[in-house]
Every structure is written in C-alpha cells, then in structure tokens.
C-alpha cells in the first residue's frame, strides 16, 4: 500500500523509556489552632468564609489575603474590640495565635500552607481531640491524607490546654497537658515519615525554665526527636488587628523554612536568617544561654547589632549524629519522598534486570542533580551516593515474594555550625636601611 503522503521529511516523537524523578514539596506547613465563624462577617466578601463544619477539615491557602477573609479575621477583630465580657476577650483572643502564625509564614516567604481549626476556642482541646478522627478528616488525622505537607505547627497549643471561665485570671497554660499534645503531634510526623514538628514552649519562660521544659519531652536518643523541632523565646509581633502580642514563633519560623528552601535549597540549614514582621522577642538570650539551649536541641531566637533578629538554631532534638542537624533530616524525608511518589510506575512491571536498570540509572540522575546543586557531600557522584539495584540484592527469594529492593545511600551536608578561626600576631619585619 503506498503512503498516503506527500514528498517532504516527516518527524516522529517516540517515547524515550527514560524515567526522571521530580522532587516532591518541601516548604508545606499545616498550622493548628483556635477559630471561629464571627457574627460580624461581610455576607458579601469574596472568597466567602469558611463554615464551622469547613473549618474543622483541612483547607489549601495561597495568600495572608485569602486566609484572612476565610477565617473572619476582620469579624474577629471587630467582636474582640467591641467586646466587654472578660470571657468573651479572652474567647476571641485565642483565634489569632493562628493567625498570627499564618501571616508571619507568609511575610518570611511561606506560599501556601494547609489550616485546621477547632472551632470553639473557650473550650480546652484534649490530646485525643487534637489526634482527630481520619473518617472525618479532623485534627492531626485529617493530615494524613494530605501528602504535601512537610512542616506541622500548633500556635494554639497552649490555650488548648485549658478552658476560659468566667474568672478574672486568664487560666495558666497546663505543661503536662501540653506535653501531651506536643506528643501527638510528633507522633503524627514521626508515622508520616516526610513532616516535621515545629513546636514551641509554654510562654513566659526563662532560658533556665527552657531546659527544664525541654527535657519532659521525648528522649533526643528516641526515633521520634528527629522529627522534632523547638524554638525560643516567644516574640512580639504588630498584630494582625494592630494590637501588639506575644505569640509562638513556630509561623514565622515556618515562612523561614520555605524562604530557604526557595533561595538557597533544602539542604541548606534553615538558620542566620531574618524574621521578618517581629518587633521584639519576649527574652533576650546571652552567648552562654544560647550555648546551653542549643546543646539541649532547643533552636534560639537572636538579636545582633547590625543585623536584627536571625534565626539562630538549626537542630532538631535528637542528639544521635545521623539526624541532629534539622536540613539533614529533612533533605533525606524530601529524597524519600521524591523517589518513592516518582517511583510507582514500577509497581507490577515485570521484575528483571530491565526494570532494576531503569530504577537505577532514574535514582542515580535524580541523586546527581542533587549533588551538583551541592546537596550531597563528594568530589565526585560516586563519593556523594551509592544506588544497588542488580541480582545482588534482588534475589529469587525476594523476587518470588514480589519484591524489587533498591539500596540508597547519600552523604548529605552539614552545616558549618561552629566557625573557628585562629589568629596569629606576627613580629614585624625591620625595615632596611637606605
């Protein structure tokens, strides 16, 4: 049969079989906290307010703008200035650590974050509250579907810890039970494998109390510290009603996170680096203070002449070297991440060399486009990571059991956390007669 055309030169795009990894989110916070549907909404604002049932299940948001009018911030506002009842302030004044920590993520650089409200702040939030229910998509289990989040903060954790009564005395933040609910929320990151938790300590602390705060967590020898983050002190910010407060950190630390990811990559420590919209910190920490709490795995916060208010912590809480630095821990969750959703176009394909070929030659040029952004340690790939996928550990045993193995390993950098320099005085040299 001839061909149907003409003279001429005819190109063809044929598939090229080659399988490339994309590098999976690295700069997602979800964020935990009190909120409420205020009576003083605008019916007619655009996009229009999340309802209470809304609020309580996880929501995308893309802008400080958006969030403020899904959330009633200027509805809120308004009940709290208007407000007499001394529980009716204090109701209202326990929804904007929230949104606080929403704005501050978004002013340092943050782009989009997930919510999850509990909708009656004048009531405590037990620890299986804040676990949620995952049917129902609430609390920490409504996260788990949400595969993009990598960071998980709670700015209202210590007023979950108790209610607001009638009482002229705002009711003091419960340490136990706030333990207990810093517990749930590790957990939930250490099981989800590619989150971290960006905690904060009750308010009101000095560097001592800190300390002593710090060592009721988990064990810096436990699997669970590496996934844990704390900061301190608390800071004063504007106010998103223009009403200064003191609030966690743990927002503006996460726009801090996503900044750097964005400027420098994941791999870069997530430390000397501006807050921005703070006006003060709560405590003012000297060198020897900060020397301790940062052998504790507690993140400080800083202040110094000529350079303002950095960020001057990058350690998780786990004290074994594999996973004390937080870049480290989280650059090997994001090539975690990034292999295995990149990766599930091999799930039924015919185990043989073809395959294990394919799967190492993806898994090397993912790793070495991460060394050549400076990710991974080495003069050269073959320093910086190793990729096994051959008979050798594919075996007919494992291959009878449906199983293809891979074995990674990389060398991630660490951070230069201790800058030595050594300065020696030489004598001067005589000058020559002339």
Request: hydrophobic share 35%.
């Amino acid at each position: 049969m001839s061909s149907p055309n003409p003279p001429g030169v005819f190109v063809r795009e044929m598939p090229s079989g080659v399988r490339t990894i994309t590098g999976a989110s690295t700069s997602v916070p979800a964020f935990l906290g009190y909120t409420k549907v205020s009576v003083k909404d605008d019916p007619n604002a655009t996009p229009a307010p999340f309802t209470e049932a809304e609020r309580q299940i996880p929501q995308r948001i893309g802008s400080w703008r958006e969030f403020a009018s899904r959330y009633s911030t200027a509805g809120i506002a308004k009940e709290f200035a208007e407000a007499t009842d001394p529980a009716t302030i204090r109701g209202l004044e326990r929804c904007f650590p929230l949104a606080e920590a929403v704005y501050g993520f978004f002013a340092n650089g943050g782009r989009t974050c997930y919510v999850v409200g509990f909708t009656s702040p004048q009531s405590a939030v037990s620890a299986q509250d804040l676990k949620g229910d995952v049917d129902a998509r609430t609390g920490l289990a409504g996260l788990e579907t949400v595969a993009e989040v990598t960071m998980v903060a709670v700015p209202s954790l210590w007023d979950m810890t108790a209610g607001v009564s009638s009482e002229k005395e705002a009711p003091a933040p419960d340490q136990a039970q706030g333990v207990s609910r810093m517990a749930e929320v590790v957990k939930h990151c250490t099981e989800q494998g590619n989150r971290l938790a960006i905690l904060d300590p009750p308010p009101g602390q000095n560097a001592d109390q800190v300390k002593t705060f710090a060592a009721k967590l988990d064990s810096p020898d436990s699997d669970a510290a590496a996934f844990t983050t704390l900061y301190y002190p608390w800071i004063t910010v504007p106010g998103v009603d223009a009403v200064e407060r003191t609030v966690p950190p743990c927002g503006h630390v996460a726009g801090v996170w996503a900044r750097t990811d964005d400027e420098r990559g994941i791999f870069k420590a997530p430390a000397n680096q501006n807050l921005r919209g703070v006006l003060k910190l709560d405590t003012l920490l000297t060198d020897d203070e900060n020397g301790e709490l940062n052998g504790k795995g507690i993140n400080c916060l800083r202040i110094f002449p000529g350079t303002g208010l950095l960020v001057w912590g990058a350690r998780t809480r786990s004290a074994t070297r594999d996973w004390r630095y937080l870049n480290v821990r989280r650059l090997v969750s994001y090539l975690s991440d990034s292999i295995r959703q990149s990766s599930t176009w091999a799930v039924f394909e015919p185990n043989d060399e073809r395959l294990w070929a394919t799967l190492r030659h993806s898994v090397s040029s993912f790793l070495t486009d991460q060394w050549r952004q400076g990710a991974l340690m080495g003069r050269t790939p073959d320093e910086a990571f190793y990729v096994i996928c051959d008979n050798t550990n594919n075996t007919p045993e494992t291959m009878d059991s449906g199983k293809v193995i891979c074995a990674i390993g990389v060398a991630p950098v660490r951070p230069a956390e201790f800058v030595h320099f050594t300065v020696t005085q030489t004598a001067g040299q005589a000058g020559e007669d002339t």
